[in-house]
């Protein structure tokens, strides 16, 4: 990724070790080993866990 950003120059003066310290130690775990398909789901079910979602960032479980 690193790569690409330098080839792209996409890095500025500005970029520092600590910048790619950062990077290495923050950065996902590589997703090429998740399933990654599309899959159908209801979108009633959706709905519900976006209502779930909401409550609980609200800090109340289980009100819908």
């Given at each position: ?5 330098i080839e792209d ?7 520092s070790?600590?910048?790619v310290?950062?990077?290495?130690g923050?950065?996902q775990?590589?997703?090429y080993?998740l ?9 009633s ?5 976006q209502e779930r ?8 479980a289980?009100?819908?």
């Open positions: 990724m690193l790569e690409r950003l120059q996409l890095v500025t003066d500005a970029a070790d600590d910048h310290g950062h990077l290495y923050r950065w775990m590589p997703l080993a399933d990654m398909k599309a899959k159908a789901v209801e979108r079910a959706l709905e519900a866990e979602m909401l409550w609980a960032e609200m800090g109340v289980n009100e819908y």
